[in-house]
């Protein structure tokens, strides 16, 4: 993380291309072209970039006063889905003479190209620009190398065959800038591994390409469901109600669970006080959406277990394979989380499935609150993760 003493020697390199300075402290639009240009690092510096917010082209102070909403609204860049994949960014704030700093310092990240609302940014010398043809598939390249996580490998049993192209373009018109989209002439392949959901190098899909887009997803991940049961009573024991292995492409399974969703949710007149009533339902339908959704981003899709969705008489448990993942810990959860599943995250926050990175849970026990549920309750080891939402009493 910078200090004090990095801050002054960047202060006055004016040569340098993963600097960007400014005296604005609300163009949140150059702040986000900025931070995606960083990330996608196109000339391969492997070190930080720096926003520096409070100083002029010349490196001079402006005088700017870094306030706590200035610095707040600076690290919600990370998780409000605008930039993607989230970057990986630390957000700080010095006191110099002449003035404050605040300092915006962002990695490159292990699985360009980044966009921000759909467009990729890239540092050409000192100034940001959109990236080409040409300069996107050196980055996408470029991600082939580093992929790290599962969903960013190549699935190399597939091939172009098994991804229906219909629903990736309808993901595409969602996901990419449309001005981009009408000067592209490039191959479908090319245009699959811009957003990661292809691997041109070995000819075949990516996984992420194969749970979102796949014809038959679990002929190649075969936990790749969810198991859901409806029961009568509080025991798994219990003959269900009603079963189903809800399967197919990540789109289709995501829409199929809000169908379920809104079945299972009663809604009745409840006493809120000696002196009323109003309706409210037996769980809020969008923490246990938050939930489910969660469950499906974060799940180990390289386990052959699926998601269990069991709906009891008196509370829903959520068990996914794959417990904490990264920098999330027993002792940080809920506030630090990783995300086993970057690819498959940004494609859920395009599709409208998340709205903000990192806060499902705490929102989740927020909503049971105001509802008037218990607070859900978390197991989890290295294995697996489980969730237990209860019913609202009265």
Known sequence: MINEDKLKDILSDLEADDIERTTSTTNMDKFCQAICAFANDLPDHRRPGYLLIGVHDNGTLSGLNVTDELLKNLGGIRSDGNVLPQPLMNVSGFALNGGDVAVVEVYPSDLPPVRYKGRIYIRVGPRKAIASEQEERVLSERRVAMARSFDARPCTEATIDDIALGQFDAYRRQAVDLET???????VEHQLASLRFYDPERACPTYAGILLFGKNPRFFLPGAYVQ?????????????EDQ????????????????????????????????????????????LRELLMNAVMHRNY????????????????IL???????????????????????????????????????????????LLAQNGNPPAEFEFDQHSFLVRIFRRSA
């Open 320 to 366: 996914n394979p794959g417990g904490l993942y990264g920098e999330a810990t027993q002792e940080n959860f809920p506030t630090r989380n990783s995300y086993r599943n970057p690819v498959i995250a940004e494609a859920m926050k395009s599709l409208g499935f998340v709205n903000r990175f990192g806060y499902g849970v705490q929102r989740a026990q927020m």
């Open 244 to 287: 189903s292995e809800i399967s197919g492409d990540l789109h289709t399974v995501m829409h199929e669970l809000e169908v379920r969703l809104k079945l299972l949710i009663q809604t009745r007149m409840r006493s809120v006080s000696t002196l009323e009533e109003k309706l409210l339902p037996d769980y809020p339908e969008w923490a």
């Open 228 to 240: 859901y049961i409806r029961l009568p009573g509080a025991q798994l024991t219990d003959l269900p």
């Open 181 to 187: 989209i009408a000067g592209n002439q490039r191959s």
């Open 302 to 317: 390289d386990s052959n277990s699926p998601i269990r969705f069991y709906a009891f008489i008196d509370h829903i448990e």
